[in-house]
């Protein structure tokens, strides 16, 4: 069973950053494809970035490019999203999500296995 667990999440000023991490358990990392996902409450659930099992293919929401960074060091299990020049509209939930392939619907959210429990991303104005 491959569990995926968020972290880095918190409260930020507009215009600050963070860097959120997905650490993966259960699974050979190198197989899957990873991406975040956001959500706010009422809202359905957003894709913001994805990246392949090598890093050699990364995708971003139009919303986020240039700003957030997704990442992954295999070798520690884990993937990352930095995220720079945050604004109020990102205030969301982070979620992590896996699945054990690469393709064009990899922005989908119905494409991934797995899910991640969700980090909190809270940005003031």
């Known amino acids: 069973q491959v569990l995926l667990v968020e972290s880095g999440g918190g409260l930020v000023q507009a215009g600050g950053s963070l860097r959120l991490s997905c650490a993966v358990s259960?699974?050979?990392?190198?197989?899957?494809?990873m991406a975040w996902f956001r959500q706010v409450p009422g809202k359905e659930r957003e894709f913001v970035a994805c990246i392949n099992w090598s890093g050699s293919n990364k995708d971003y929401a139009d919303s986020v490019k240039g700003r957030f960074t997704i990442s992954r060091d295999n070798a520690k299990n884990t993937v990352y999203l930095q995220v720079n020049s945050l604004k109020p509209e990102d205030t969301a939930v982070y979620y992590c999500?896996?699945?054990?392939?690469?393709?064009?619907?990899?922005?989908?959210?119905?494409?991934?296995?797995?899910w991640g429990q969700g980090t909190q991303v809270t940005v003031s104005s």
């Open positions: 259960g699974g050979t990392v190198t197989r899957y494809t």
């Open positions: 999500a896996a699945k054990a392939a690469w393709g064009p619907a990899a922005s989908l959210p119905n494409w991934y296995a797995y």
